[in-house]
């Protein structure tokens, strides 16, 4: 192993950073993998990896002779195999910059420069960063390319290889970080409010007093960047995105020998990229755990999935909207993403842009003008369609409020308007009233019909106990007759229709009252005690009657047409 370590007159030379041609594959158990590279380590006894140079290129194994790093008069550093015929990494430093004069210099910070004589950064291997982001490093998106760096997780524990994890800003919109899985997003932070501006606002880590983090957010007219520095003193710090796809922030703990991790993202479940579904959020201030929740006016796509901790599928709207409908102010918000960003606003004009445009979900706005340079001072958001990845942060600097259009709700005063509670209301009232009436209504039918029947049957009973016929059921009658048949029928006239039947293989004639004969059942009962009392030998004899409901039959015994004196005097 050829290292490059500080001496006197050697520019590679600082006290707390070493770099080497080294195999981190040492500790893989894939012997294929243990191929050298050019490495950064951190001055801590562990010699922790900070930086790698040719990751994607390892160096062959069985050579003799190590492989070389060279500074030619060309600017570039360059390495080579043992021989220096195959160029495996080297920097790009344009011809002008060519200079003999050029040195490379590994500084304190871990971060490995070459610099014209003047003093000039040609290159850095901060531009360049792997897994690690150390203090000063700058994570940055530049507008005009929208091209920026990123942290790239090893592939695994034992090797540096490219891995399928990364970390940088979002090249859409410049105003926010992701972690993503190849292509597909983790984790999102908020989008940057201004709060975070200059290393103006300092942050201590409860665990120790001897780390304070200042982090920044700048913006310039040609990019925007974030980057952190520690007090003087403090503890070796960095953060490192891990091969299992974790972004931890960790500091050297030199008592135990061991990196402290301080901070973890994401740090929970809950917070993963769109975790609680379109519409729902991840409430941060539910403790010890954070759990998702439905927006006020949303109810869970599935309720059994929802109570069974399945959230993917997200939140629906209890109401449709409606152009009137107002916004509902929601503070200490994580907006959601794929948002428009609408420039050189006032919070009452992108108000005012986002009522305008029905499909026009929400709306989030900050003035940034203590922290931009040159640039526009506001920041509107505006989201049209489902809210994706929203979370509830509480008392956090870096929250948001959010306008969440809700149903219901007055666009003035932002409360909710009698008007459509009387709409959802009264519909629901007039119907359980109507839906009541018609019970009511049936129920005193029904009570009507069988009192009626009740009646009916006592009718032999009330002075006529000694009559002789008996009462037929209604439905042997509609047999008999081929339920009422017009070819069954044998006469009619203004009380009603005469059928032909057979019941017992005797043939019946049975006279249907009309319906809408003004006789009642008192009349009904008077007809048939009478015809029942008159029995005679030149009389057709009443063999039975039915009263059910609005049908009043008699049923006679049934006599051929003949003369009537032939049917008088029985001559044939």
Sequence with gaps: MTGLSPASRSPLAQPSSRMAVTSPWASSPHPARRRP?????????ASSVVWVANRGTPLTNGTSSAPTLT???????VLSDSDGRRVVWMTNVGAASSSSSTEAVLLNTGNLIIRSPNGTTLWQSFDHPTDTFLPGMKMQIRYRTRAGERLV??????DPSPGGFSYGCDPATSIQMFLWDGSRPVYRSTPWTGFRVKSEDEYLLTNTSAIIINLAFVNNDEESYTMFTVSDGAWHTRFVLTYSGKLQFQSWNSSSSTWVVFGQWPPHECNRY?????????????LPIPTCKCFDGFKPMSTEEWDNGEFWKGCQRKEALRC???FMPLSGMKPPDRFVIVGNTSLRECAAACGRNCSCMAYAYANLSSSIENRDLTRCLVWVGELVDTGRLGASTASDTLYLRLAGLDAATGKRTRSNAMKVVLPVLGGAALILMC???AWLKFKGKDRNQEKHKKLPSDGSSDLDFPFIRFEEIALATHNFSETCMIGHGGFGKVYKGTVGGQEIAVKRLSRDSQQGTNEFRNEVILIAK???KNLVRLLGCCDKGDEKLLIYEYLPNKSLDATLFGIF
């Design 37 to 45: 590279t050019c490495t950064l380590a951190s001055g801590t006894a």
């Design 71 to 77: 500074l030619t008069n060309a600017s570039n550093l």
């Design 153 to 158: 997780s090893w592939k695994d524990a034992g």
């Design 274 to 286: 769109g975790y609680c579904g379109p519409n729902g959020y991840c409430d941060e201030t539910v």
């Design 324 to 326: 009137s409908d107002g």
């Design 439 to 441: 019970i009511s209504i």
């Design 534 to 536: 008159l029995q005679h």
